[in-house]
T-cell receptor, first 114, second 111 residues
Framework: DSGVTQTPKHLITATGQRVTLRCSPR?????VYWYQQSLDQGLQFLIQ???????AKGNILERFSAQQFPDLHSELNLSSLELGDSALYFC?????????????FGPGTRLTVT | KNEVEQSPQNLTAQEGEFITINCSYS?????LHWLQQHPGGGIVSLFM???GKKKHGRLIATINIQEKHSSLHITASHPRDSAVYIC?????????????FGTGTSLTVIP
């Protein structure tokens, strides 16, 4: 058990809908990372937050947004969903901001858009 | 163009064999990570390297910054090592602190 929790584990929704994925980092970790893993694109970095501030931005679509709250949990909001958004979404946490610290991964949320 | 290239894509080994997985990257990096993804989908971080060599049990990871290359070695391989191994690099601040991932090496260790 990594200590990182993600909810929900599975989500099935229709095209055009909006969903929110939630991540609670390991106790004491200030950084949260969001990743998308699809069959055709592999793992992709979406965004990193450190202590409530956006630290780095990857291939995150404009339809997606994220935030980190004062209690350090993070939410990833996906809107106007398309079939191609079906994927596993992982969050990870680490103690530092630089990406030079070991990351602890949550179990993932499997999103299916129909 | 892939910033991170891994080889081989697939690897089958007999139990006890010495295994090497290679990772080459084309960007300047601040760190390189080796990840293990189990068949159930869970991801575990094995190593974070910025220079030199690290060892955890039967796993050894090395990095050559000048050559932009890293290797993950598994000594005395075991069927429980069967998983996908993924190389990831963190680029520096001048390129936006991005993470780039290899496509993974699928390892099967046969008893």
């Amino acid at each position: 058990d990594s200590g990182v929790t993600q909810t929900p584990k599975h989500l099935i929704t229709a095209t055009g809908q909006r969903v929110t994925l939630r991540c609670s980092p390991r106790s004491g970790d200030l950084s949260v990372y969001w990743y998308q893993q699809s069959l055709d694109q592999g793992l992709q970095f979406l965004i990193q937050y450190y202590n409530g501030e956006e630290r780095a931005k990857g291939n995150i679509l404009e339809r997606f947004s994220a935030q980190q709250f004062p209690d350090l949990h993070s939410e990833l909001n996906l809107s106007s969903l398309e079939l191609g958004d079906s994927a596993l979404y992982f969050c990870a946490s680490s103690g530092g901001a630089s990406g030079r610290h070991e990351q602890y991964f949550g179990p993932g949320t499997r999103l299916t858009v129909t | 163009k892939n910033e991170v290239e891994q080889s081989p894509q697939n690897l089958t080994a007999q139990e006890g064999e010495f295994i090497t997985i290679n990772c080459s990257y084309s960007v300047g990096i601040s760190a390189l990570h080796w990840l293990q993804q189990h068949p159930g989908g869970g991801i575990v971080s094995l190593f974070m390297l910025s220079s030199g060599k690290k060892k955890h049990g039967r796993l050894i990871a090395t990095i050559n910054i000048q050559e932009k290359h890293s290797s993950l070695h598994i000594t005395a391989s075991h069927p429980r090592d069967s998983a996908v191994y993924i190389c990831a690099v963190r680029s520096g601040p001048s390129t936006g602190n991005q993470f780039y991932f290899g496509t993974g090496t699928s390892l099967t260790v046969i008893p």
